[in-house]
């Protein structure tokens, strides 16, 4: 029986005790209470997509997301599609085409980009755009992003 401040997550397929709040932001659950880093503190209100982890399989803003909210549902990581196919392609194309400038907004970038591709093999720009809208680039990669987007669909094709 899990005390008042206690919460059992799936993160990135491993059960995790977590002592904390129930309105702790899963971000912070994340970076702080299990030590994973790939998810990124930007703007704290949602907007940016620096803080994007999987729950279940669909982006979310974890940064706005309360801890207590997130009951048995599993949440994926950066970490955590590490070793995924699909993953190594985006990572690839995401090198090949020098996507990253600053950085920091990449780990919600391309678990944004995994999501869609996973529910989309082959999307348009249209629909590329429209999954990765509210994933703030300060550099202005947008154009690259989408390429390495496009690259990533285009190998899961051959």
Request: hydrophobic letters at 40%; aromatic letters at 4%.
């Amino acid at each position: 029986m899990l005390e008042e401040d206690e919460f059992m997550l799936v993160v990135n397929g491993e059960e995790r005790l977590i002592k904390a709040s129930a309105d702790m932001p899963l971000l912070w659950a994340l970076r702080q209470e299990v030590g994973l880093s790939g998810v990124k503190f930007g703007c704290g209100a949602g907007l940016c997509g620096a803080c994007t982890v999987h729950l279940d399989g669909s982006p979310v803003r974890s940064c706005v997301l309360p801890l207590g909210s997130v009951g048995s549902s599993e949440v994926t990581t950066l970490e955590g599609i590490q070793d995924d196919p699909l993953a190594e392609r985006l990572f690839d194309a995401w090198l090949e085409i020098d996507v990253m400038q600053c950085g920091y907004c990449q780990a919600g970038q391309i678990m944004s980009a995994h999501a869609l591709l996973k529910d989309n093999p082959t999307p348009s720009n249209e629909e590329i755009d429209m999954a990765m809208e509210g994933n703030i680039c300060r550099c202005g990669t947008y154009p690259r992003i989408r390429e390495a987007i496009r690259i990533a669909s285009e190998e899961e094709e051959a």
